[in-house]
């Protein structure tokens, strides 16, 4: 019986030993796992094999994107933009871009509210998501003739060491049919998203320019005044910026003209925009476009000049409506030249867009 008794007492031992390592591993792998969480939350996306990964400069967030698209890194914005061939060979950006932003205390989304409404148009936010643990709200506007389709997007990340709020706004800058042919590609990318928790905490707020739109980053070459802007003043540089959209998205339509037609003859006709060339494109919408950002009721009034041949073409824009220190005009043409009036000058002798030497 003593026996027994003292071998009992030997396997409880046991046992109770077998509980605490095995309850211990469990403890520690659960610490482990907790520490990895805390220090980067990864998505479960498959990305696809013919993907980028790219990590931004801050480390703060990672993404990945089709390997056939570009992408344009700042301190604080990551734009990635689908390139076409031109005719002529040369490479020409669309306007399918998307660009993540890292917002502080809101600032960047209070500016697209503010001067979204002095454009009498209403912000929509709802949620959307959940990426890495984090929740995505989707923001629509309406009217949608203001912003370019579709909606933008908004990750909250949490405060950083100062207390100040750390956001992502992802906005995506397409038309509706590029829209309904990109949407799943642009959730795939949102979807990949991958945060370091650890640089929530270590980012630092100077390092984030507010008053900028994410929405379209042309609206940055209207940006330079550093002096307080009036509501008209707003408005006016907010017109002349969706302009410029409208005219990379020009150059794509100008060449799908020159895949048809052999030619951009007709992308122009007496001096104007034909909106007549064949194939049907969204050249129509696009001018309408322009002529309402104009404020004017036709072509002639709003400030166009294109001229096209054979085998080049060249579009230039003078704004009605200007601000002092900011582009007067804008300029495009079939050699992939895209810039203001402080880069480029029309040139009908060359039908070229001629760089103003510095």
Not at 217 to 245: C, G, H, W, Y
């Amino acid at each position: 019986m003593k026996y027994n008794k003292g071998f009992a007492n030997i396997i409880l031992v046991v046992v109770i030993v077998a509980i605490v390592a095995v309850g211990g591993y469990f403890v520690l792998n659960r610490k482990t796992q907790e520490l990895n969480i805390n220090q980067t939350s990864n998505t479960t996306a498959t990305i696809p094999k013919d993907w980028t990964t790219y990590t931004h400069s801050t480390g703060l967030y990672s993404l990945s994107y089709p390997s056939v698209w570009d992408i344009e890194a700042g301190s604080t914005k990551t734009s990635l933009l689908v390139r076409i061939d031109g005719a002529n060979g040369q490479k020409l950006l669309t306007t399918n871009v998307i660009d993540v932003r890292i917002d502080l205390d809101n600032q960047q989304l209070n500016f697209i509210q503010t001067s979204a409404k002095a454009q009498n148009t209403s912000m929509v936010q709802k949620k959307w998501k959940s990426v890495g643990g984090y929740q995505i709200d989707e923001i629509t506007f309406t009217p949608k003739t203001y912003y370019i389709l579709p909606p933008m997007y908004l990750m909250k990340l949490g405060k950083n060491n100062n207390g100040s709020e750390i956001s992502l706004i992802i906005g995506v800058s397409m038309l509706q049919y590029q829209w309904t042919q990109y949407q799943s590609t642009v959730e795939g990318i949102i979807d990949s998203l991958s945060i370091n928790k650890d640089k929530i905490k270590t980012l630092i707020p100077t390092s984030v320019q507010p008053n900028t739109y994410p929405q379209d980053d042309n609206r940055n070459k209207f940006n330079e005044n550093t002096s307080p802007l009036t509501t008209e003043e707003m408005q006016t540089r907010d017109r002349n910026a969706k302009i410029v959209t409208d005219m990379a998205q020009l150059q794509t339509t100008a060449e799908l003209i020159f895949s048809s037609n052999n030619g951009y003859a007709t992308f122009c006709s007496n001096g104007l925009m034909n909106i007549n060339a064949k194939p049907l494109t969204d050249l129509p919408a696009l001018v309408q476009d322009i002529v309402t950002a104009q404020q004017v009721s036709s072509q002639s009034q709003a400030g166009i000049t294109c001229i096209s041949n054979q085998n080049k073409y060249v579009l230039r824009i003078i704004f009605t409506k200007s601000i002092a220190g900011y582009p007067q005009s804008f300029c495009i043409d079939s050699l992939g030249h895209m810039g203001d009036d402080r880069k480029f000058k029309l040139d009908s002798t060359t039908v070229s867009c001629q760089k103003i030497e510095s």
